[in-house]
């Protein structure tokens, strides 16, 4: 039994040492990484498609470049099942490593938050060139993609913007505009291709 206990004490070390390998930071050098925003082209009607247990109705098609500020995985909670990856995104000044390493910033319960000592930028700014996408995957090879994206990376999808119920009531609706804060300013998007590049 104590080899037993020992060895899962072993595997369990190894696996840590594994993800905190694969969550490893990318290092950028200074300067702006992606330029452009986030383009978006809203649809005046669009049929819903079934993806599992949940009716998805597309609101705006959506192409992004980014880079990965942080990744977050969920299991647990009422949305895992949909959109198992949250990524923490920014593009204009939240693509530079001069103002991105003043910042510290954080993923928890489906929120992105950062703070500094002296913000490199005006508050407002920053918020606008980033934001917190809950990641809904069209494929298993998507979602493998997404959860292997380490800070500092850009990535590049295409998808919707979409809102999404199930029979039971549930409901998660996107953000529509980057400008928005608090509860309901993150992105639900489907994703119909996803590359680091």
Sequence with gaps: ??????????????????????????NQPPGVLVGEEPLQENLSEAVPFKHGEFSVRPLARFDARARVLSRELYRWDAGASLAPVDLALGWGPMSDSAVV????????????QFRAK????????LL???????????DR??????????KGQIVHFRGALVEVSRQDGFVWRSSMTRNDTGSGACELVYVESFEVL
């Design 1 to 26: 039994m104590p080899f037993l206990l020992g060895l899962l004490c072993v595997v369990a070390l190894l696996f840590g040492a594994c993800e905190l390998w694969n969550d490893r930071a990318l």
């Design 101 to 112: 390493e003043k910042l510290d910033l954080w993923q928890d319960g489906r929120w992105y």
């Design 118 to 125: 002296a913000y490199p930028l005006p508050v407002d700014q």
């Design 128 to 138: 606008r060139h980033s934001s917190n996408m809950h990641m809904i995957p069209a």
């Design 141 to 150: 090879a998507i979602e493998k993609a997404m959860r292997s994206v380490r």
